[in-house]
Structures are given as C-alpha cells and as structure tokens.
C-alpha cells in the first residue's frame, strides 16, 4: 500500500524544505533550457545516423513526442507537489514505498555511472589537444571541480549550469543558422545540395529505423533533471510549470531540426558521422574555417555540464531517498543546506566507474553500462504509472494544485505507455539491447524486492 493516501506531503518528505533555495527563476529557465541539449545528442547521435540513414529525424520525432508526454506527466506530479525526489517521491505516494525504493535507487546508479562516463568522454577530448597526458588525470580534475561546486552551495550548481547552457544554446542556435542558410544555397562558398542526400532515406530498412529510435530514446535522457532542482528554486510550481510548456518547441528545434540539417547537408553514410560526431562532420563539410574545432569544444562544455547535473540529480535522489526512510541516514546529513555526504557519495561512485573502465574494461564494466542501459524506460514506466495513479486523487482532493495538466488524460498517458512496452519489445529483438534490456531488469527487481521487503518490515514494526 502507498505510504500516504492523500495529497499531503507525507512527514518525511516534508524535509526538502531544509534545502537550500538558491536556484533563481533564471538558472531554472536555462536549465531547463540547456538540459535538453545533452551530451547523448552530440555525442551519441552519430551511430543513430549510420544505422537509420535520413530517416533518423522520423525517429527522433516519434521519440520526441514520447518524451514530451513524459514531461507532461511529470511536470504536472512536480508542480503539484515539488520534492528533490521527484519522479521517486511521485511513485512512493501513488504506487507504495517499494516503488519509490526502485525508481530512485536505479536512477541514482544510472546518474553516478553517467558521471564517470562523462568525465571519460570529456578527458578524451582534453588529450586530443593534449597528447601525452593521461586521461584519469583529467577525469580526476574535472570530479574534483564539479564536486568542490556541488558542496559549497546549490547556487555553484546553478551558475555553472546557466553559462553551460548559454553557450549550448548559442552554438546550436548558430550552427542551425548556418545550416539553413547551407541547404537555402545562399552561405557564402557552398552549394545547396537540395535533396540529394534524402534520395535513400530508409537505407537499412525497418530494422536500422528500429535502431536509430532506439538511440534517440536514450539521447534525451536528463530532462527530469529540472523537476528535482525546481525543488530548490525560488518558486518551484512557476518553474516546473513554465520547464514543462516549453519542452515541446525545445524538442522540436534542437533534436529534430538540427538532425534534418545533418542529414540533409552530409551523406547520412559519411565515416566522418561517426568517427567526428555528426556536428563536427557537417561544419568541416561545409569548410568554415575552425568550426570543427569549435564545435569539439561545445561538445566539451556538453559532458561536462552532463557531469555536473548528475553530480546534483544524483545527490538530490539521495538525500530525498534517505529523508524518505530509504537508505542510510548519514546521506540526509546538511550543512549550509546542501546534502553533503550525499554528493561525497555520488562523487565517489561517479570516480570508482572510471577506475573500472581502467582495471576491469571487459567484465566489471561493461556489465555495468549493461544494468543501466534500460534505466531511463523503467524511470518512465514509473512516472506514467504514477501519474495515472494520482490525477484522481489530485483532483478528488486538491484540484487547485493542478497547475500544469497532462494532455487528453487518461489516453494519451496510456498511450505513452504502449510506447514504452514496444520499446522494450524492440530491444528485446536486438541482440545488443537485449542484454541491456535483461540486466537492467534484473537490477530493477532486485531492487524492487529489498524495497518491498523494507516496506513490509516497516509496516510490521
């Protein structure tokens, strides 16, 4: 049974309260603004090019309109009732105690892991310009960095994201600039190469759009990381409220838009794609003068703005987890409003990941980039699960604290859902992802029996 029947927020997560409130209206808005770039869309979208051709626009748009409905849903449980917790919290007052245990446990792995392979990514970068000098060097120095940040004040959090996300934000405002202005013919020592890259738009069939929808899932992953750092803003409801309305044109034009310029300015089948990243590719394509190497350093900025938000979601799910009764108390501890052990902790778990890549690189780690490979589905399959749970009893019992309101609820909520089962079925179908789709759900039901076993124990007591 849940742990509260009614909207109130339950004692123990009354304590999100003792948070710092640091985060002014305008780090949200550029959080929320910035957190849609992420690192999986300038990193990771080149192997989705190569395996669906042109046609990876058509997968990010139908993955675009899966995780809008996962936005929507999840803004309108954080406005309604804003917890560092967030997706965590919602499941423990819908489903039970179990749930939030998984939901947020797993996540925590997910973000920890996420730290550590961000830091790899972005050493990688860093020894390319300086040659000779070892990568756990840099990963050591950038941990050090974002966890000094981390523990001083969530305002540190707050600042280095907003001027991440500016520059984000201005390099792929510009580089849609300069694409449009290459496909209209009129940028100045190119020509317009019209559709001719679009002619084989399906080019390994089904089965490489299946692959391509697949990798644009997982690009978006870390836009729930506004719902948990509304917690500590100066108005939670008006952030959440205002992230969430405007996911839809924020999806559209970085994902979607900058993928049809891609596509349409390079061959889709291009090494470059894949060996330089598909924006690093389509600059040097067009010849501007040391706009590759620009675009490597925004990509820099990309992993380590990824690095710093997971330092802060991660330490954020904790500290709502222990408030919560579920896990070890010394992760609650706070001073000067910032859950301290709890970013020690991530940090620690974020650097152990590194040191796998190094000591254990055909065993330990992949393994474990295995078990969090589906982490981010499991995470919505909560969030509409609980949504579906709570929109009744919100409106039975609190209904000004709708704010933010899913669309056509209860079907497109159901619909989300379908779409998220078919996911699942699609990597069950593709070796790769198989595997990740089984430990992943191996992790997830381990998880889910100590939360179940914890919570009977506690209602025994």
């Known amino acids: 049974m849940p742990s509260s ?26 959080i929320a603004l910035g957190g849609v770039i992420g690192a999986g869309l300038f990193v990771g979208s080149g192997a989705g090019i190569a395996a669906a051709g042109p046609s990876i626009v058509v997968a990010y748009a139908l993955s675009g309109v899966l995780v809008m409905l996962v936005m929507r849903m999840l803004g309108e449980m ?30 925590w792995v997910l973000l920890c892991t996420a730290v550590g392979l961000e830091g790899i990514g972005a050493a990688k970068i860093v020894q390319g310009w300086l040659p000779g ?55 100045p020592g190119t020509d317009s190469p019209g559709a001719s890259h679009l002619t084989d738009f399906l080019p390994h069939g ?23 750092a509304a917690a500590e803003s100066e108005d939670p409801v008006r ?20 993928m049809a310029v891609v596509v349409t300015l390079v061959p889709w089948d291009s090494a470059e794609v894949v060996a330089k990243g598909p ?3 389509t600059l040097d394509h067009l010849g501007i003068p040391g706009a590759g190497q620009l675009m490597n350093v925004v990509v820099l900025v990309a992993l380590l703005s990824a690095m710093n938000a997971n330092i802060y979601g991660s330490s954020r799910i904790a500290y709502s987890l222990v408030e919560r009764g579920q896990g070890p108390k010394a992760l609650a501890r706070l001073s000067g409003g910032v859950p301290r052990a709890a970013v020690l902790t991530s940090c620690f778990f974020g650097f152990v990941c590194v040191l796998l890549s190094y000591w254990r ?12 490979g589906a982490v981010i589905l499991v995470v919505w399959i909560f969030i509409a699960v609980s949504q579906l749970l709570l929109r009744r009893r919100i409106e039975r019992e609190a209904p000004g604290r709708l704010v933010v309101r899913m669309w056509g609820f209860p079907w497109l909520t159901w619909v989300a859902l379908a779409g998220m089962v078919a996911i699942f079925a699609l990597m069950a179908r593709e070796p790769d992802t198989r595997v990740q789709l089984y430990s992943t ?3 997830t039901l381990v998880l889910a029996a100590v939360g179940y076993a914890r919570q009977r124990a506690r209602a025994g007591r």
């Open 279 to 281: 924006y690093v590719a």
């Open 78 to 107: 954080s406005a309604a009732h804003p917890s560092s917790g967030s997706f965590s919290a919602h499941a423990e007052r819908a489903i039970g105690p179990w749930a939030g245990f998984a939901a947020g446990w797993s996540f």
């Open 206 to 228: 089904s089965e490489g759009l299946l692959v391509g929808l697949l990798a644009s899932v997982f690009a978006y992953g870390g836009l729930e990381t506004v719902t948990i």
């Open 5 to 30: 029947t009614t909207t109130g927020t339950p004692p123990r997560q009354r304590a999100d309260a003792s948070l710092s409130h640091g985060l002014k209206q305008r780090h949200l808005s550029m």
């Open 441 to 443: 759900g191996g992790m």
């Open 133 to 187: 000098t070892p990568q756990w060097m840099w990963v050591a120095l950038f941990m050090v960095v974002f966890c000094g940040a981390n523990l001083a004040a969530v305002k540190n959090f707050g600042e280095f994201e907003f001027w991440f996300a500016a520059l984000k934000v201005g390099a792929i405002s510009l580089f849609l600039v300069l694409g449009v202005l290459a496909i209209a013919g009129v940028l």
């Open 239 to 258: 952030g959440v409220a205002s992230a969430v309305r405007t996911a839809m044109w924020r999806i559209a034009l970085f994902y979607i838009g900058s």
């Open 361 to 372: 690189p055909d065993d330990v780690f992949p393994w474990l980039l295995n078990m969090i």
